[in-house]
Structure formats: structure tokens, C-alpha cells
């Protein structure tokens, strides 16, 4: 936990085989810049400090259901919620399924289905990849899921950053934390759900003021279909990150935490134009 523990309630659900060091920048950086909140950042089931879910498949219903019974024991009265790629699913999950949010904000959401995104080709290989990981034994699927140089590759790919040193820094996280996972079961489940859905199929449910954070280069969602649920979620706002892609929690830390500090301490407007 990041603020002040009897603040109001901010929790921020991480991406597909991240865990909460992902988004600690981002919860460290509000806790400076809006201290009165308490920013809880908890692993999902199956990944970092949280072991998966006993006797239950990991579909996006579970995930779900786990993120209203989380949102219930740290925040009774309600929370904001926050959720990125990956986590802005459970976080539509979530809200549909009864979790209280006050306010949403969402980080790269997955907008579009990942086979129709602009690197549709490398979600074809991750599918393939899941599968023959699926198909060893434990030990031998846990040792590919967690090559090294496949995660290299993974993270080349997806920052967009030209500081070196910025760059070096996100592989060393993708490195220390990219394989944090319980089994390849509960891997390969999660990552099952991280493709079959979209936030679009629970628009309805973001009945709150929502805030939808979308780097300009992002591999996953093109930015068109950002714009499209922009649309979709009466009363949101979008803020686009230029030269930034899926790892905005990485890349535009600063930026980020400033728009969303400015989000939890005003109250809710009239939409504004998409802004750069």
C-alpha cells in the first residue's frame, strides 16, 4: 500500500504476466502527488505474491469475481479502480459483476480484439507459443514460458522509448518480473482470457466518470479503437500519450501520474475533447 493507509481508496490492477511492481511508479508517483489516498496494488491470482485460484478455471469471470471480493475487504464504501491492458478487462469484469468504483481509469485498455490490433501477426505466435507450452510437462513448460530470450524479444517489441537507459530498465523489469506466474495452466488460461475479450463488450457497465489513458503507439489497441470507446463510455475522457506505446506504466510515468492526480481531485466535468 502507497498514501496514506485510512486515505480513500485507489486499486490498481496490473497487465497479463506482470504483478504490482508494474505499476509501482505509478502508485509511488500518486502517493506523492495526491497523499491523502491509499493506493492498493495487489498481484492477480496465479501471479507474483498471489498463489491461483484453487478449483476454478482463470477465465475473465473469475478474475472478476476476485476483484470484487478484493474491492470489498480494502474499500467497503467503494473505491477507485484502475486497471491496465490486461487488468482494464478485469476491471470491466469487475464493475459488471458488482464491484463498487466510484471512478475508473484505464491504462491501454484492450479495446479491440488482440487478433484484429496492429501486430496481429505476434498475437498469432503468443497463441501458438501458450499451446506448445500447454502440451510439456510442467517443469519444461514453465522453463519456456519463461525463456529468457522470449521475453527479450517481447519487451524489444513493445517499448517504444529511444533512451537507452529507459529501455534497459524495462528489460531488467520484464526480466525480474515477466515470469512471476504460479503454473502454466493458470497461465495459459489467463492469457486465454486476455484474448477472447475486449472493454468494449462491457461499456455498459462504466456508468461512473471514467478516465482512458492510450499511448499513441501501442501495439495491442490502435488508437482508433480507443477513440471508439471513448465514445462508447458516456461522460469519459481520453488523454493520448504521443511516442508511447503499450507501456505507458513505464515509458510516461510522469505524465500519467499527473492527469490522473488532476482526475481524482476534481470533480467530474463535462467531457472534454481527446487531449495530447
Partial sequence: ????????????????????????????????????????????PGFGE??????????????????????????????????????SLVVSAGLAQGADSSRTILINPISAPALEGPQAALTQLAIGYYRAANALPEGAAKSLLGNKLIVR?????????????????????????????????SLLEAFRASVSHTV???AGAYS?????????KDDITPLSKQLDLRRMIAGSDLLILPGTGHLVHY??????????????????????????
Fill in 50 to 87: 498471489t498463489p491461483a485460484l484453487p478449483g476454478r478455471a482463470h477465465d475473465l469471470a473469475a478474475f472478476g469475481d476476485w476483484l470484487v471480493a478484493f474491492t470489498r475487504e480494502v474499500a467497503p464504501t467503494g473505491a477507485v479502480i484502475l486497471g491496465h491492458s490486461f487488468g
Fill in 153 to 185: 524479444g517481447m519487451s524489444e517489441v513493445m517499448a517504444k522509448t529511444r533512451d537507452r537507459e529507459l529501455r534497459a530498465w524495462i528489460h531488467d523489469q520484464h526480466d525480474r518480473y515477466f515470469s512471476s506466474f504460479s503454473d502454466s495452466r
Fill in 251 to 276: 515509458e510516461a510515468v510522469d505524465d500519467t501520474v499527473s492527469r490522473i492526480a488532476q482526475f481524482l481531485q476534481t470533480d467530474p466535468a463535462t467531457p472534454s475533447e481527446p487531449t495530447a
Fill in 1 to 44: 500500500m502507497f498514501g496514506d493507509p485510512a486515505g480513500a481508496p485507489v486499486i490498481l490492477v496490473h497487465g497479463f504476466r506482470g504483478d504490482h511492481h508494474g505499476l509501482q511508479g505509478i502508485a509511488e508517483g500518486l502517493a506523492a502527488a495526491v497523499p491523502s489516498f491509499a493506493f492498493h496494488v495487489p498481484d492477480l
Fill in 208 to 216: 461512473m466518470p471514467t478516465l482512458i489513458i492510450a499511448g499513441e
Fill in 200 to 202: 468494449a463488450e462491457f
